[in-house]
């Protein structure tokens, strides 16, 4: 059985950005905003008060761990973690098969994250509660990438715009919250734009997928493309994913995002950043009206509590 399809109403598993069809994310994001336009009167929404959600990540997380322990609790559920493989039973030899097997019995849906990329597929093939891939490896992000299609949304309102120029700059080969955003902006009318060094462009597989969805792309290493942009979205240069050290010094300072570029940009371009970032964004820019990464990660709260409310069957009607 493909555990990423839905069974009845409700998401079985979250585990790539393919699986949403473009009505699924049309009702995704009315459900952000409901939840968002509620959480700005009352601290929780307690759809989830009988539910637990393991988040289980053995790959440094700040932001998406706390983001859906936070968006657990908001909807009146409990959360109990494992972080770090050096401090779980994977450190002492036990499989991920057994400690999955483990989390089944004690949670109703388990978020993960995991170095190995479709490390979240064979979790759902292993367990019977829903699972949700906070990110594996250099594959794929889908609850980042819901998140970033809301902050889009939310700015340039996805279901009437047409023809929005969407940039990706930096990381494209090993960035997984671009892989799975692209999947979901090509439901949309959007023109997608690839800035990086050529060794860092988009994967193969991914401009071939583009191909096959008719989308409208360019693959460019000219950072000055970013001037005809509607939505400018950076990403840092990734050492973790570099094999060799070396390869990530040559590439670290590609690209650096300064007042003096966005004021040559489009004056109402918007500035994304999944974070953490380094220096490819100088903080002369964060004053800027433009420069929205940290509402953007604020995003996630409201995204990842529909996400589980949706996956669990209490969505929010």
């Not at 770090?84 to 057994?98: I, N, P, V």
């Not at 479709?118 to 980042?144: F, K, L, R």
């Amino acid at each position: 059985m493909d555990m990423s399809k839905r069974m009845g109403s409700k998401i079985k598993s979250i585990l790539t950005a393919d699986q949403f069809s473009k009505t699924e994310l049309d009702n995704l994001l009315n459900m952000s905003e409901k939840i968002e336009a509620e959480l700005e009167t009352r601290k929780s929404i307690p759809l989830l008060k009988d539910h637990i959600l393991a988040a289980l990540f053995f790959e440094p997380s700040t932001r998406t761990r706390l983001s859906f322990e936070s968006a657990m609790h908001r909807l009146g559920g409990k959360v109990i973690t494992a972080v770090g493989m050096q401090f779980s039973s994977l450190a002492k030899g036990e499989t991920l098969y057994d400690t999955l097997k483990v989390m089944e019995s004690y949670a109703d849906v388990v978020a993960i994250r995991h170095p190995v990329v479709g490390a979240s597929s064979i979790a759902a093939q292993s367990i019977s509660v829903p699972v949700i891939n906070a990110g594996d490896g250099a594959g794929e992000h889908p609850t980042q990438g819901i998140l970033d299609l809301y902050t889009i949304h939310k700015r340039k309102n996805l279901s009437a715009s047409k023809n929005i120029n969407i940039g990706f700059i930096g990381d494209i080969k090993y960035g997984r919250t671009i892989h799975s955003l692209v999947k979901l902006l090509w439901h949309y009318n959007v023109n997608f734009t690839f800035i990086s060094p050529p060794e860092l462009a988009l994967p193969t597989e991914y401009e071939a997928l583009l191909q096959e969805k008719n989308a409208s792309y360019s693959i460019t290493d000219n950072i000055e493309e970013i001037y005809n942009c509607d939505v400018a979205y950076i990403t840092r240069i990734q050492e973790e994913r570099f094999p060799d050290r070396s390869e990530y010094e040559k590439f670290r300072d590609s690209f650096v995002i300064n007042k003096e570029l966005i004021l040559k940009c489009k004056e109402d371009i918007i500035l994304m950043h999944p974070l953490p970032r380094l220096n490819e964004i100088s903080t002369d820019v964060d004053g800027m009206p433009q420069a929205i990464y940290f509402e953007q990660a604020q995003n996630g709260l409201y995204t990842r509590m529909a996400l589980l409310s949706d996956i669990l069957g209490c969505p929010m009607v």
